[in-house]
């Protein structure tokens, strides 16, 4: 899967620089609006659409400090349900995601697109329902049934994550002020609160989380519209 997110961020990145390199500007003044950029990421509509057991929403934003540089962030909620043959549960929570973002494109006058890196210190606050789960069973000659199922599910509140995040990403303008958006994020996780007796399988906003291995990643396509505050 992250191969395939990498390989379309990269189509997707080599198309956006054709694009700008054939684009044309009979613009003579260049002109730099500094506002806040406000937006949603449509991946998670997307993905509810297609996984019934995930729900999602992400508002993201920026503000423009210099020329290049932004200050950045994103704020969301996500549930998960994950049902297989090893274990039962449900992880709901909210997440913030806070840090920068530098854009290393040189706009033709008049334009205002990016591509960037970015980098992001996130964590979340969420909650697990466990309501069942397989134990090894080293009995196959019986072929016993080892699945227990909770009679009450067992939720476990207070649970967190916390980890860093290297994005690359573009931004095209649309139509004036309004921004579409596409980025790859690279997770690594620094730190969790696990719940008793068992592992945080998905954190929100970091996604699925693999034992022994602390590393993630993310895809997000994002709508946003900048508000003006002024311009030099």
């Known amino acids: 899967m992250l191969k395939y997110y990498i ?42 659409f ?10 993201v934003g920026d503000y423009r400090l210099t020329r290049n540089l932004y200050i950045a962030g994103e704020l969301g ?26 854009n290393v494109y040189d706009n033709w006058a008049g334009m205002d697109n990016l591509i960037f890196v970015g980098f992001r210190y996130g964590f979340s606050h969420h909650s697990q329902t466990l309501f069942g789960y397989s134990l090894l069973n080293n009995n196959f000659y019986w072929e016993e049934d080892n699945r227990i199922t909770q009679s009450t599910p067992k939720r476990f509140n207070g649970l967190n994550g916390h980890w860093i995040e290297l994005k690359l990403g573009l931004k095209a303008e649309l139509f004036r002020n309004l921004y579409m958006g596409l980025s790859i994020q690279m997770h690594r996780l ?20 693999l034992t022994n291995n602390p590393y993630g990643a993310g895809l997000n396509y994002t709508i946003s519209y900048q508000i003006p505050i002024y311009k030099k």
Not at 16 to 37: P, V
Not at 87 to 100: D, M, N, P, R
Not at 200 to 209: A, C, Q, S, T, W
Request: aromatic share 14%.
């Open 190 to 209: 620094l730190k969790d609160k696990d719940p008793e007796n068992f592992e945080n399988l998905f954190i929100p906003g970091f996604n699925k989380v």
């Open 50 to 59: 297609i996984d019934p057991d995930y729900k999602g929403l992400e508002l």
């Open 7 to 48: 390989n379309f961020f990269i189509f997707l990145f080599c198309s956006f620089i054709w694009a700008q390199n054939e684009a044309k500007s009979d613009s003579l003044a260049t002109e730099i609006r500094y506002g806040i950029r406000l937006g949603v990421d449509m991946s998670k509509p997307i993905r509810m």
């Open 77 to 102: 909620n996500e549930t998960k349900k994950i049902d297989n043959d090893a274990v039962h549960f449900e992880t709901s929570g909210s997440y913030l995601k806070l840090g920068i973002d530098y």
